[in-house]
């Protein structure tokens, strides 16, 4: 959520900036209730004021009165008026209750404020490319797209017949490939610094409201309504809650972490787009980056996690781009995003591969996770998240890229000390 004090501050630059996402109409609504929260805020504390003065007033009258009926007669008129306060004040702070809600309901459907460096548009072609790394791989053969590749080893007819359309199953090789990934990725991480965690995937409602996936996302996301739960779309939602109201301190700062979870995504209005295979589907597996950090080295550590993700692609043989999200296409929570898009030869195009968001203090403050600085006051830190690898799009890039004429596939050497072979011969 936005800092509430900027809307008092500095109204004309948070328009400009939500102006570049297309979102600037909902801040006059929330300056609005801002003004009258606030209004109802000064007359409450005026009339508890009140209240208190003519409370501590009533034992003095009554101290000196000593039978004075004049003195008396002012006690009773003191007392009825503290009656007539507490039954305003009641209403009041009742209604004060209400706009209250009221703002903070408004305040969550405010967005990020975009970084200067996002472009501006709204669609997936608006983002600009940052760079290009290496050349599409070039073959002198029919090439053929992953399910091909993969024969048996991703079975999306059973996977339909147990679970619904876009669900499948990865067995065999295949399988075996996506535990080498995560275990190449994992290891990489570690080697960094990142603790690996196996988190929740069923989360209560505040940590989807925390990392701003809610509201607002209700279409894409699982409930399990009988226990007030949700399925996660990416770890990041349970990585983020993980220092949910706490208080961390400055010499602790960053705190990393890589997320191992399945991922849960009803992919709703999305219906006939990359529905063959694996790319998009309901559920798949990831290993995720996620960094609480300190709120003057963000965006030093968003360039950094964008580094490891082009060391994995780049490990894994990919050729790729980078492009730099459109402001008005980013995550409500995101300020900045970078994309990495592989080069799939059974497409023949680019292909969203990862992705890496600086969220700046957006998601601290919903969640209520604040940094103790040596010196200073109390304030939000900073988080910012990134994919490492997924059982789908990754493994989708090593079969496609590395695919052979014979219908094999090439194993990147990365992968090979994990229990896998040169060549894995599929179909």
Not at 125 to 145: H, I, L, M, N, W
Not at 293 to 313: G, K, M, T
């Amino acid at each position: 959520m936005l800092d509430p004090k900027l809307l008092r501050t500095d109204p004309e630059t948070l328009r400009a900036a939500l102006r570049r996402r297309g979102d600037d109409g909902l801040l006059d609504h929330a300056i609005m209730l801002d003004s009258r929260r606030r209004a109802l805020q000064s007359r409450v504390d005026d009339l508890r004021a009140r209240r208190n003065a003519v409370s501590e007033s009533i034992g003095a009258i009554l101290k000196e009165a000593k039978g004075d009926d004049a003195a008396v007669a002012r006690a009773e008129a003191a007392k009825a008026e503290t009656r007539e306060l507490k039954a305003t004040l009641d209403g009041l702070e009742a209604e004060l209750t209400a706009s209250a809600g009221e703002f903070d309901a408004a305040m969550l459907q405010i967005p990020n404020l975009p970084h200067p460096s996002s472009p501006l548009g709204s669609r997936e072609e608006d983002a600009e490319v940052v760079k290009v790394v290496g050349e599409p791989p070039a073959f002198d053969f029919e090439t053929r797209d992953h399910l091909e590749l993969a024969g048996a080893g991703i079975d999306m007819e059973r996977g339909a017949r147990t679970s619904g359309s876009r669900f499948g199953y990865l067995t065999g090789d295949i399988a075996l490939l996506w535990m080498a990934v995560s275990r190449y990725a994992i290891d990489l991480l570690r080697a960094k610094g990142f603790t690996p965690v196996n988190p929740p995937v069923l989360v209560r409602r505040e940590a989807l409201v925390g990392t701003g996936f809610l509201p607002g996302d209700e279409d894409a996301i699982y409930a399990v309504p009988g226990d007030g739960l949700y399925l996660v779309g990416t770890s990041e939602v349970s990585l983020a809650a993980l220092h949910l109201g706490e208080i961390l301190a400055e010499e602790d700062l960053p705190l990393r972490y890589c997320g191992i979870s399945a991922c849960f995504r009803r992919e709703a209005g999305a219906a006939g787009r990359d529905t063959r295979g694996i790319f998009r589907t309901h559920q798949f597996e990831k290993v995720e980056m996620f960094s609480f950090c300190h709120p003057e080295r963000s965006w030093e550590e968003h360039d950094w996690l964008l580094s490891i993700e082009e060391e994995i692609a780049q490990g894994l043989g990919f050729h790729y781009r980078v492009v730099n999200i459109a402001a008005g296409d980013l995550g409500s929570s995101a300020a900045k995003k970078y994309d990495i898009e592989v080069w799939l030869p059974g497409q023949g195009r680019y292909r969203e591969l990862t992705s890496c968001s600086n969220t700046t203090d957006y998601q601290a403050r919903r969640l209520d996770c604040r940094m103790r600085p040596v010196e200073g006051s109390l304030r939000p830190v900073h988080t910012l998240n990134g994919t490492a690898v997924t059982s789908s799009r990754t493994v989708i890039g090593i079969l496609e890229t590395h695919q052979q004429a014979d219908g094999t596939v090439a194993v990147p050497e990365a992968l090979q000390p994990y229990g896998l072979p040169a060549v894995l011969g599929l179909s």
